[in-house]
């Protein structure tokens, strides 16, 4: 069965506290995306990357800066939490092209304090 | 980008159809349009793609007019476990950028 994993379901942190937040899909895809989803704004795309050590700014990226060391793994990192960043995050990855279909994970609900 | 725009919520009796439209007026030529159904707590789930016409698979068929600025996903005699959101997401290369562009999403609610 194909899987995206993100580790952590919930998270609590402080403003200002580094936050990583890890995604490992085991499909060989080679793309990764990590999207936020906010009450009334649907799911938002904050970082993809399409190759080991590429990537590409979504539509919300400040704030927010990616690592994509291996092609299985796809990290978002939040350098300096702050409240405004409290949201469900979403990891999803798909097969090479601009049309796979997307395999998400179940999500990370990150609240900053 | 190819902006996306869906009702916010919708309502309907066990067994009847339903039809959610999508409007996505910007999608460009090598554009492809997603359904994605969301239950709570869990990440998006895909339902059916298509990029003209009609698209027809074991859960929903997918209405693609010829101008593509809409599409409309019909799911038949719809059960109380459908109740989720339903996405319409424009993908493609449009612009020669990658194009991801969810919509905010309709509410399903479906009633005994």
């Known amino acids: 069965d194909v899987k995206v994993t993100q580790s952590s379901r919930y998270l609590v942190k402080r403003t200002g506290e580094k936050v990583f937040l890890e995604c490992v899909q085991d499909?060989?895809?080679?793309?990764m995306f990590w999207y936020r989803q906010d009450p009334g704004l649907g799911l938002r795309l904050i970082y993809f990357s399409y190759d080991v050590k590429m990537k590409e700014k979504g539509d919300i990226p400040e704030g927010y800066s990616v690592s994509r060391e291996k092609k299985e793994r796809f990290s978002l990192i939040l350098e300096s939490a702050s409240t405004n960043q409290t949201s469900m995050y979403l990891c999803a990855s798909s097969r090479q092209g601009w049309t796979g279909e997307l395999f998400f994970g179940e999500g990370s609900r990150l609240t900053v304090l | 980008l190819a902006k996306t725009t869906q009702p916010i919520s919708m309502d309907s009796y066990e067994g009847q159809e339903v039809n959610i439209t999508c409007s996505h007026n910007?999608?460009?030529?090598?554009?492809?349009i997603t359904w994605y159904q969301q239950f709570p707590s869990q990440g998006p789930r895909f339902i059916i793609q298509?990029?003209?016409t009609k698209v027809t698979n074991e859960v929903a068929s997918l209405f693609i007019p010829a101008d593509r600025k809409s599409s409309t996903l019909s799911l038949p005699r719809v059960s109380l476990s459908d109740t989720a959101v339903y996405y319409c997401l424009v993908e493609g290369s449009g612009a020669g950028s990658y194009q991801l562009t969810f919509g905010k999403g309709t509410k399903l609610s479906v009633i005994p």
């Open positions: 499909m060989d895809h080679e793309n």
């Open positions: 910007n999608i460009a030529t090598n554009d492809y």
């Open positions: 298509g990029y003209k």
